[in-house]
């Protein structure tokens, strides 16, 4: 894993987080967009560990 799969989770995490927000929040603000996608993305590494660990 490197530099090239962060940006991949980063971009699919903005995405996904845009459209969260404007689901729940009906607007979209940078603050729900920032917070959001550092949780997305952090939750992709918190379960890649989980999942490498127990291999």
């Known amino acids: 894993m490197g530099f090239p ?3 991949i989770r980063l971009i699919l995490g ?3 987080s845009v459209v969260i ?3 729940f929040f009906n607007e979209i ?3 729900n967009i920032a917070g ?3 949780f997305l993305v ?3 590494y918190a379960l890649e ?3 490498n660990r127990k291999s």
């Open 21 to 23: 927000s404007r689901i």
């Open 36 to 38: 959001l996608t550092i």
């Open 14 to 16: 903005l995405a996904f």
């Open 42 to 44: 952090g939750m992709a």
């Open 5 to 7: 799969f962060f940006i």
């Open 49 to 51: 560990y989980f999942r």
């Open 29 to 31: 603000q940078v603050i």
